[in-house]
């Protein structure tokens, strides 16, 4: 079955940097598009970055577009997000999605706190 494990969450001042990595298994990894999302307290779950199977394109939401960068290691079966110089409103809960086959699967989500 499709597992998505995230990782690298934590508590980091503003201005500060964070890796996110999820981790895939039980589908072909290298063969799927990848995205990350995010879900403040509150708020609805929001698309943050994406990245086709191979990593030649990668699109961002405006929010976060030269702060963070997506990327991935298909031979790893691993996403990773950089986030850097992060802010107040970057704090949320932070999901790896893949759409495989039709179906969306989610991992568990890291949490990511920005605070002073």
């Known amino acids: 079955q499709v597992q998505l494990v995230e990782s690298g969450g934590g508590l980091v001042q503003p201005g500060g940097s964070l890796r996110l990595s999820c981790v895939a298994s039980g589908f072909t990894f290298g063969t799927f598009a990848m995205r990350w999302y995010r879900q403040a307290p509150g708020q609805e779950r929001e698309w943050v970055a994406g990245i086709t199977y191979n990593g030649g394109t990668t699109t961002y939401a405006d929010s976060v577009k030269g702060r963070f960068t997506i990327s991935r290691d298909n031979a790893r079966n691993t996403l990773n997000l950089q986030m850097n110089n992060l802010r107040f409103e970057d704090t949320a809960v932070y999901y790896c999605?893949?759409?495989?086959?039709?179906?969306?699967?989610w991992g568990q989500g890291t949490q990511v706190t920005v605070s002073s």
């Open positions: 999605n893949a759409p495989v086959r039709g179906i969306n699967y």
